[in-house]
């Protein structure tokens, strides 16, 4: 179907073409307006008519020479100058291959020979050869659109017309520009534009003058043309002579075209209709036209520069929330943070967050968006070994419940650090407490009660949960005081994270200094009894106001001694803090002060149990009869005396912080 109706199409054309051909044309001139499908144009090989009627003479492959002439030859009267007038109209395109640089050019001439196999490319312009060049037996005018410069040919520069008589030499020739119609104004014009250009010749045989004009398409013909030059045509022209184009391409090449053409050998041509002519190929406009190029490549830019910044927010995003979670954690769901959600509770973990700081690493005060408040611990830990068996431990300390605990809510893991979430204590520690000088100082009533506390807490530890846990590391430091002044254990377990953790400046990895049973430093190895021996520090700590071991002039001074000394001077309860004022149950000041170094017994079989001491503190049994002068006392002192003896601050330090450590706890 479609095939019947493009012949019935085509015949239709051709026919019209022929009537077309017949009332627009006779012998003296022709007409080209819509393309050159019914010309009949002489081509050579490298030059085509398009689907569009656009002739286009060469394409970008290298020195090639593209030719089309009109097919008859013209009769012209030699013997009268007047009689060889003519006058052509064309427009024609030069698209360069690369954006400034293109060749070689597009020439109109008249010749009397239609064969230019021997002519070359080039700056030659498929007209002549090397040999020819000049010979006035070529008989050949042309007029020539040149974009290159050849010095041989003594062209003025790379963007000029010339006027070309047997030879490419030009008899006259000027920069590509026009005078515009009225104020006369010169503007130039780019030959290679791969605009569309158009073009008169007009030759006066009377006058003996060729004026040759330009201008970009769509502009009424300038009054005044480019050249005027006076010229005797009747020297080259020949009684029968052929109209054409010719272009050439060199090392540098463009495609280059005729869009239309009107030619009058006797009178003025005729003048074409721009709106009529087929257009130069869209490609090569795109091309021509760097500006869409350069506006895509900036979007193209810019949306590749939002990608990477996009990206790059994101990796920033995820690395500021990046966690380390495996799947043997998925179980621990509810007790495991993310990330993010901490880091949002504590504003970032600012400074103005932070409630304490020590050698584990530092806590922050943070709020839930429950509104709960929450204490965040953050502990740099690098090992990956036996991480699994301490956060299985961390999770199930998240099930204990006691009122004289801290509550561990949860935990987090990140690269290298690990974070504990626990209830926030609005009092802090009771060390800060205790020997501040600025608050309140604690009541006897408040101490008993938190060393009550304490010793209930620790002996749910010990011996009221489902597992024995051991805190390894009881002191004043690490009780916190709830909104009631209640005396809460924190950080149980936490000793334990220390061994596993590399951080080699955490000198504290089996308790604290002052607080450590002699067996322990001995064997490293942490029991309830050692728990107990911290606990009866702890509590004298606090009944006395003084620190376990103080420096006192060159040497240190235990709190055992001390309050043994005060004993032996006195009364036990001498050794009370002063900060008491007196101020206190005399019973239950003894009942501490005695206990606590009955706790602090240095062979671990002599010291109380948990539940014994919790007994003892409710005065639900008796504390067996001890004096500063009894045997057990006196072996307590002298061995204590001996653990002391020669065991300065330095000494422990090495033992806790030195390789020994992991073979101790390993042990
Ligand atoms: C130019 O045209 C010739 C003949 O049609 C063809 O062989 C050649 O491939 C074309 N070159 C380019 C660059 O299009
Ligand atoms: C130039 O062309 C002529 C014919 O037009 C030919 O005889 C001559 O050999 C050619 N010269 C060169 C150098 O090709």
Partial sequence: MAEALRSVYFWLFFNLSIIFLCSSQNENEFIYNNGFHEANLQLDEISIIHHDGLLQLTNTSKRQAGHALYPFPFKLNTSSAESLSFSTNFVFAIVPESDKIGGHGIAFFISPSMDFSKAVPSSYLGLFNTTENGLPEKQILAVEFDTVQSPELHDINGNHVGIDVNSLV??????????????????????????????????????????????????????????????NLSDVLLDSMYVGFSAATGEITSDQYVLGWSFNRSGQAQNLDASKLPPVPAKKKASKKPGVL??????????????????????VWKKKYEEVCEDWEKEYGPQRFPYKNLYNATKGFKDKELIGKGGF???????????????????????????????????SMGRLRHRNLVQLRGYCRRKGEFILVYDYMPNGSLEKVLY???????????????????????????????????????????????AELNGRLSDFGLAKLYDHGSNPQTTNLLGTVGYLAPELIRTGKATTATDVFAFGAFMLEVACGRRPIEQQGDGVVGLVEWITNCWRGGAIIDASDWRLEGIYSEEHMELVLKLGLFCSHPNPAARPNMRQVMQYLDGDATLPDISPDSSSIEVFITSNEASNSGMSFPSL???????????????
């Fill in 170 to 231: 030009s008899k006259d020739s000027a920069t590509a520009t026009y005078y515009s119609n009225g104020e006369g104004k010169k503007k130039s014009l780019m030959l290679m534009s791969g605009d569309p250009i158009e073009a008169w010749i007009d030759y006066d045989g009377g006058e003996k003058l060729l004026n040759v004009t330009i201008s970009p398409i769509g502009i009424t013909k300038p009054e005044r043309p480019l050249l005027s030059t006076p010229l």
């Fill in 653 to 667: 330090f090495e033992i806790s912080s030195s390789n020994q450590t992991m073979s101790i706890s390993n042990s």
């Fill in 361 to 395: 690493g530092k806590v922050y005060r943070g709020v839930l968006p429950s509104n709960e408040q929450i204490a965040v611990k953050r502990v740099s830990h690098d090992s990956k070994q036996g991480m699994k068996e301490f956060v299985a431990e961390i999770v």
């Fill in 294 to 315: 350069v506006i895509a490549l900036i979007v193209i830019g810019v949306a590749q520069l939002l990608i990477v910044v996009i990206v790059a927010a994101y990796i």
């Fill in 436 to 482: 501040s000088n600025t608050e309140q100082p604690l009541n006897w009533f408040q101490r008993f009660r938190i060393i009550r506390g304490i010793a209930s807490g620790l002996l749910y530890l010990h011996e009221e949960w489902e597992q024995v846990v051991i805190h390894r590391d009881i002191k004043p430091g690490n009780v916190l005081l709830d």
